[in-house]
């Protein structure tokens, strides 16, 4: 069976899939658990390059997994995709740009797509990738839509105090996290089976 490593930067993009792994809530808590067949590693590493890199340097040497997927949420850059929308890439196909700060308006992400020509932007793919690379080990990005084109990000907290905002973040949220767990169980089933 090949074993599968999975970063995410944050444990609401995780939960979903946790618990179709079979996963308890107090045990998806920690930073890094296996499935209980010992096949599937997930990691939460926080947001950002470094500590996606950090974290999946930390599994690469404990598990020494077969593939690393780099998963979660990303904000799509074109008008075409829609919340809930898996993108698979490699990063050499440049779908996916990983931005070292969040994107937070239409415009912003107007102008990534102009000058990367990335359909989508996370903040964590490179440095899972860059760590898998540095190893030796397969590399994936699969992510979910969780803002579109013209969804505005929050600049703080208090945009969420808006019940209209929130139950539209809470829902975005919900549908783009169990897309991207369907996705990834059956990825990794498929892959266990070839």
């Known amino acids: 069976m090949r074993k599968t490593a999975v970063i995410f930067a944050l444990y609401w993009e995780l939960r979903p899939f946790a618990k179709r792994l079979g996963t308890g809530l107090a045990a998806s808590l920690a930073p890094v658990f296996a499935a ?3 096949g599937v590693i997930v990691a939460r590493s926080g947001m950002g390059t470094d500590s996606a890199k ?11 997994p ?3 997927i780099s998963a979660g ?6 008008k075409d995709l829609g919340i809930g929308d898996i993108i698979v890439s490699d990063l050499r196909d440049r779908k996916l740009y990983c931005s070292p700060k969040p994107i937070f308006t239409c415009e912003e992400k107007t102008e990534v797509f102009r000058r990367e020509g990335s359909i989508v932007v996370d903040m964590e793919s490179s440095g899972v990738a860059e760590a898998a690379v540095a190893a030796g080990v397969q590399f994936l990005a699969v992510k979910a839509v969780s803002d579109t084109l013209l969804d505005d990000l929050p ?3 208090l945009w969420l105090l808006s ?3 929130l139950i539209r973040f809470k829902e975005a949220s919900r549908k783009a996290s169990n897309n991207l767990s369907e996705f990834l169980l059956g990825y990794i089933n498929k892959g266990a089976a070839s």
């Open 54 to 64: 950090r974290m999946t340097e930390k599994v690469i040497k404990e598990y020494n």
């Open 36 to 38: 209980k067949d010992g």
């Open 155 to 157: 600049r703080s907290l």
């Open 73 to 78: 949420f990303c904000g799509a850059l074109v």
């Open 163 to 165: 019940p209209s905002r």
């Open 66 to 68: 077969d593939i690393v």
